[in-house]
């Protein structure tokens, strides 16, 4: 009688060992669906760039520079982006792509300044468009980025609460970094040009 009641505490200990177990993978999975949902706006974002810049530069003739800029700062975000896809949980990735993206998003600032001071860009149709599908863009992404966060949150909390800590260093699962803003983005970017 006493071993049956051993064995009946040791496959309740499984079973709960494996339902803590999927449930880790379930939540792993969850994050990194949500990193998706950020990946998928912040490529449609690249590609919506290049065509504003196409735009731009016919009546920008004199701000090259700006130009460039944005166009690297958005090659620069979208392999700082591959890297994080590639790997979601890595904070050093992780933080590539913050830094990354307020670079792009200071070099967009800068552009979308400058066509004040061109007011025949700043009614053309095609302008305000790629404006407003980058604005949309934008909101879409600070909503996948607050689900993401909501991911990781709930996913940490899972991996650092007893007993699941045990069984998740076991398995390989630790502490994911959140999406957070780059350090200073809270501050509207300071530009500075002459109009010749």
Known sequence: ????IILALIALAVFWAIG???????????????????????????????NLVETAKG???????TLKAVIKARNSAGIANNAVAADPGSASAMQGLVSAEGALNGALSKLFAL????????????????????????????????????????YNLKVKRFPNNIFAGIF???????YKSDPGSENAPEIHFDIK
């Open 1 to 4: 009688m006493a071993w049956l």
């Open 20 to 50: 803590a177990y999927n449930r880790l993978v379930d939540l792993r999975n969850k994050f990194k669906n949500a990193f998706a949902q950020i990946d998928v706006q912040l490529k449609r974002r690249y590609d919506l760039i290049p």
């Open 59 to 65: 009546y920008m003739k004199h701000e090259r520079e």
């Open 115 to 154: 066509s004040e001071a061109y007011p025949d860009l700043k009614t053309t149709q095609q302008f305000q468009n790629f404006q407003t599908d980058i604005s949309g863009t934008e909101n879409r992404i600070n909503v996948a980025r607050r689900d993401f966060n909501a991911a990781v949150q709930e």
């Open 172 to 178: 390989g699962y630790h502490e994911k970094p959140y």
